[in-house]
């Protein structure tokens, strides 16, 4: 099946750092790939929506300028968590669409980010 | 916000035993997805349902869709301890453009 990777897996880094997570899609092309954020024993929270070749769209209460989306290519996005803080600490989820296969939708591993 | 509504919260069960989880929602659907979660993994997409079927069924799943009541059921029989993980619904409004709303998640753990 269709495998979506994120790199890095786990990240620990200093407040006010930023961090670089990475999305991709191995074997298929995603015009649209989705950020979402999980904290321990709870549900998924869409951050936002990222679409390749133009702005991503963010959902309510999420700040565009803290968490910076590029989607350059059919097969990558990238989330940076800008001067990260400890509250950022959290799991990082992606996923991406199947541009060819309706309503299919991949998830990545996730990325454990802890900032100290 | 969150859509889908899931009960129980947690639940417990002797492995061979069957798993029944519900979900409710709140608005229209396109369809409705269940994933499954293992601890600090990622989501492993496990059944859709459109808003058009009524049952669907996969291996060792079931799920089964009401749009009249807006609620959903995951039913795993013969339930193995590698079943332990949490449990969520998604859904997909219409217009969403894949956009998924996830509920709360339930947590199974299956004694083996």
């Known amino acids: ?116 | 916000s969150q859509q889908g509504e899931e009960d129980p919260q947690a639940l417990s069960i002797q492995e061979g035993e069957n798993a029944t989880m519900n979900c409710s929602y709140k608005t229209s659907i396109n369809n409705l997805q269940w994933y499954r979660q293992n601890s600090g993994r990622g989501l492993v997409h496990l059944i859709l349902i459109r808003s058009n079927e009524r049952e669907k069924h996969s291996g060792r799943l079931r799920v089964t869709l009401d749009t009249s009541k807006k609620s959903s059921s995951l039913l795993i029989t013969a339930s193995r301890a590698a079943d332990t993980a949490s449990y969520f619904c998604a859904t997909e409004a219409p217009g969403a453009n894949s956009k998924l709303t996830f509920g709360k998640g339930i947590t199974l753990s299956v004694r083996p």
């Open chain 1, 1 to 116: 099946g269709a495998v979506v990777s994120q790199h890095p897996s786990r990240v620990i880094c200093k407040s006010g750092t930023s961090v670089k997570i990475e999305c991709r899609s191995l074997d298929f092309q995603a015009t649209t790939m989705f950020w979402y954020r999980q904290f321990p024993k709870q549900s998924l929270m869409l951050m936002a929506t990222s679409n390749e070749g133009s702005k991503a769209t963010y959902e309510q209460g999420v700040e565009k300028d803290k968490f910076l989306i590029n989607h350059a290519s059919l097969t990558l996005s990238t989330l940076t968590v800008t001067s990260a803080h400890p509250e950022d600490s959290s799991f990082y989820i992606c996923s991406a669409r199947d541009s060819g296969v309706p309503d299919t939708q991949y998830f990545g591993p996730g990325t454990r980010l802890t900032v100290l």
